[in-house]
């Protein structure tokens, strides 16, 4: 069983690796996003701090978005996805794998780049630690609920815009924990918001790839 | 006396947009789901009768 | 073995036999529904004390508080036919979340219209960020995600079971963004009791709400067999079944 998730992780990093602009779109999105906010408001730095942790959030959000659609999309055209799904091993243990592969060529460099856009936004540098952790603890909820709606729209022909109809609504909880607990911690308060944003990722991680897995094998059908 | 009963206050406005909105809501939905069944009803009839009566 | 108790759920995997008995409950969900909306409405309206803050404006929670109270109700029940057709592989099942999901998605938009009525005249905004108001705003869009899948896949089957997935992973998500959206609110507004809770709601004012909110149920499971009979006959098209219920019908 170990040797199905080593084998699809290493796949997917390498065809991320490959394709070089896989890694580097959705970082390039997550500043451009953060820019376009700040010239779309004024750059006044008492605002800035205001919205910072949510415009952050909300261009992790759409940079994690934006990398969902190729999850599966390749190799379900491919074949590869049926014969996945076909093999004697749990399609959700191939699920996971890929999961990971995506968090960790997706949300790892983001995670890395927060500091710049923290930056950006005029965060104190007390918030920053917690501003990783919440990242830490909130990507990969993106990544799972990402899969879910590429999963459930594969088959389908311009899939992406309903991707983004179906999968936004359900992150709207790790947006709200996510985002407030950075601002309780810009503010100095007790940051209250990360045990529910982990209870969150505990829940997606656990059931997720199971879902995932029950809908690629509907978009297979 | 009834006067003051549609004046509501002075929210007339209001309450009975609310409440007019509501039912006219429920009213169409209605009258909709009504017009599907019989329009279901006619394309079951001509898929049916296009196949020719057994 | 208890195979005869099972019968009537087995029963109802048959379309045409659902299709005969929503014909014949429907009436009475109608009838019922219409004289407790009639009741209500009277009660609520003529009735019920004026309540000493909002005077008689309050009186608009008889169709807000209803309607958002249908909305989730309905979520929940399609969620639940969801469940059912998944795993029992009940084809009638999806026609009933089907069928229900646009009947929800428009009173979870009265709900929306109403508050904002409400809202105006109380608050002197037509929009705020209420932890009820916000809530069904994302739970419009968690019904509209459903009938856009469902009807993006070419096969009804294929798009029956997709929505029915997404159906479940949404109902479970419902508390959490509840939850979430509480603890949003209440930390911008910490001492203000919730706009539209109702905080001190006296008994003569919440027993037109109860019926209003039965009404509003028994209304809904009125549109609900109807719709389902629709939704029957256009996947059971091609069946034997339907072929001789329209023969008995007079040309239209």
Sequence with gaps: MRGVFMTTLKRELLLAVRRGSDLATPLMFFILVGMLFVLGLEPRPSLLVAVG????WVAALLASLLGAERLFRDDFHGGGLELAALSPEP????????LLGHWLVTAVPLILLAPVLSLMMNLPMQALPVLLLV???????????????????????GGGTLLALLVLPLTIP????????????????AVTGVWALASIMMLAISLGPMAIAAAIRISLE | MIAEFFHMDGFAVWVWSAFGLTALVMSVAAVLVRRRHQAMLRQAHRYHSERGRR | MARENWRWFHMLGSPPHVFRIAGRLAPWFG??????????TVWGLVFAPPDYEQGDGFRIIYVHVPSAWLSLFVYTMMAVACAVGLIWRMKVAFAVAVAAAPLGAAFTFLSLATGSLWGQPMWGTWWTWDPRLTSQLILLFLYLGFIAL????????????ASALLAVVGVVNVPIIHFSVDWWHSLHQPATIAKFGAPSIDTAMLIPLLIMAVGFKLYFVWLLLLQLRSELLLREKRASWVA??????PGR
């Design chain 1, 174 to 189: 790790v947006l709200i924990f996510g985002s407030r607990s950075v601002v309780q911690a810009v503010e100095g308060d």
């Design chain 1, 53 to 56: 942790p949510g415009v952050i």
């Design chain 1, 135 to 157: 990242l830490l603890l909130g990507t990969p909820v993106f990544t799972v609920l990402s899969a879910l709606g590429a999963a459930l729209t594969v088959s389908l022909r």
């Design chain 3, 244 to 249: 001789d219920l329209v023969s008995e019908q």
């Design chain 3, 31 to 40: 009838g019922l529904g219409l004289a407790a909306l009639a009741v209500a």
């Design chain 1, 91 to 98: 399609l959700s243990l191939n699920i996971l794998a890929r």
């Design chain 3, 150 to 161: 469902n009807r993006a896949f070419q096969d009804q089957r294929s798009g029956d079971r």
